[in-house]
């Protein structure tokens, strides 16, 4: 059955927040009849009694479904799996901790099917937030914006709304959902809006996250912004430093052979090669180029023969 609107919620303890989380989107949805829904909650290995407060949710709720993991694989791994399950035309994901508001699905909604936009983000102007995590962010999302080129305030946020061949026709792996948009951007997928939205302070339990995800999100952003670029062609980006590379080597040992015998037909003092710290210089810049194209090389035929396959150990279902 095709629906207009999947939710794709993950969920990782947060036992508290679930039946009024899904009272509050059905709520929202009842006002809306003329468009069809489901709601997809992919438990990613929680360690409370999240798993059976979903089962006995999708008995009374027939548009939810949930999605199980054997263990915690990580917000990615659950969005993946979340967007490979989704029926509908435009897919919203949304935290489990209510921080984020079922009423901006509407609207969220419109904004894909009536506006155009492949991606609408979310943006948390007004957030409810330590300093300790809002200067971070900023700083974050600032450095993103730059090295993405794409015009998002708050790249991090979970509520978000994708037209459905969005999230077909990408890949989310190890900790890249903070980089949907990018990833998107770099297939082609450039319609991307933003939307301001309702940040509420946190009901239930507490976060699942530190301030080492800043880190962790920096790194990510340099990963994917390479892959994105050279995963096709490894060779232009390793190719390219190799040459570099191996042309110094080349021009460095040429002046100083050239340098030796200008000595010796001169009769001047002469150096011996080892003892010249640019005879060093030379090869390691030739052993460096030499290497680079190697790596290139491999990383070709990686690409050509390896393709990537994602796949996580779903344990239980439901409401399928």
């Known amino acids: 059955m095709k629906y207009n609107i999947s939710i794709v919620i993950p969920v990782f303890n947060e036992e508290e927040s679930l039946p009024e989380l899904t009272d509050w989107i059905n709520r929202v949805m009842a006002i809306h009849p003329l468009l069809s829904y489901e ?7 929680s360690s409370d009694d999240s798993w059976n407060i979903i089962e006995e949710l999708s008995q009374k709720h027939i548009p939810l479904k949930g999605i199980k993991f054997s ?5 990615s791994a659950a969005l993946h799996t979340g967007f490979k399950h989704a029926k509908g035309e435009v897919v919203i994901t949304m935290d489990a901790d209510m921080q984020d508001s079922p009423e901006e699905i509407p609207a969220l909604y419109d904004m894909v099917v009536k506006d155009g936009f492949d991606i609408v983000s979310g943006w948390k102007k007004k957030r409810h937030d330590p300093i300790s995590k809002t200067i971070p962010s900023k700083f974050f999302n600032f450095v993103t914006r730059k090295i993405s080129g ?7 946020c979970g509520l978000k709304a994708y037209r459905s061949k969005v999230v077909k026709n990408i890949e989310v792996y190890g900790e890249m959902h903070r980089y949907i948009p990018v990833i998107a951007k770099w297939n082609g997928f450039r319609k991307i809006g933003e939307k301001v939205v309702q940040h509420r302070a946190r009901k239930y339990g507490e976060t699942k996250y530190g301030l080492e995800r800043f880190l962790y999100g920096f790194l990510d952003l340099l990963s994917i912004t390479f892959v994105s670029k050279f995963k096709k062609s490894p060779m232009h980006f390793f190719g390219a430093f190799g040459t570099l590379s191996f042309i110094a080597g080349f021009f460095i040992t040429i002046y100083i052979i050239g340098r030796k015998f200008y000595e010796i037909h001169y009769k001047l003092p002469v150096r011996e090669v080892t003892d010249q710290p640019l005879f060093f210089l030379a090869l390691v810049a030739l ?5 680079l194209f190697l790596a290139g090389f491999v990383g070709e035929m990686i690409t050509m023969n390896s393709p990537r ?5 779903v344990d239980e279902q439901t409401g399928f």
Request: aromatic residues 10%; neutral net charge; charged residues 30%.
């Open 39 to 45: 709601i997809l909650m992919i438990d990613d290995g």
């Open 71 to 75: 263990r915690n694989y990580g917000k």
């Open 150 to 156: 794409i015009k998002l305030h708050d790249f991090n």
């Open 287 to 291: 052993i460096v180029g030499v290497q």
């Open 309 to 313: 396959k994602i796949d996580y150990i």
